[in-house]
Nanobody
Framework: QVQLVESGGGLVQAGGSLRLSCRASGMMYVMGWYRQAPGRQRELVATITRGGYTRYADSVKGRSTISRDLAKNTVYLQMNSLKAEDTGVYYC???????????WGQGTQVTVPS
């Protein structure tokens, strides 16, 4: 059973930065982050493959960086210039072998007051 442990959420002022971390219980092919704002569907934030290929939502491109430490089975999301629209629950995502077998963390709240 895949386990994902998230950390790093909280209350951040607009224009500020935060870093989210997620550690997996084993090696994953793809890891990343999705978020869900109140009343909205869960949406992609960013993902990264084991080979380092990254994918970002347009809304965070240019002010976010996703990275991973393969030795620690950990993915990081650095977000800068935070906006109120970034508020939501951020979920760590992992796919062990790249076949759509998705696993999710419990979620961590990020709040950026307007």
């Amino acid at each position: 059973q895949v386990q994902l442990v998230e950390s790093g959420g909280g209350l951040v002022q607009a224009g500020g930065s935060l870093r989210l971390s997620c550690r997996a219980s084993g090696m994953m092919y793809v890891m990343g982050w999705y978020r869900q704002a109140p009343g909205r569907q869960r949406e992609l934030v960013a993902t990264i493959t084991r080979g380092g290929y990254t994918r970002y939502a347009d809304s965070v491109k240019g002010r976010s960086t996703i990275s991973r430490d393969l030795a620690k089975n950990t993915v990081y999301l650095q977000m800068n210039s935070l906006k109120a629209e970034d508020t939501g629950v951020y979920y760590c995502y992992a796919d062990p072998i790249g076949n759509g077998s998705d696993y999710w963390g419990q979620g961590t709240q990020v709040t950026v007051p307007s």
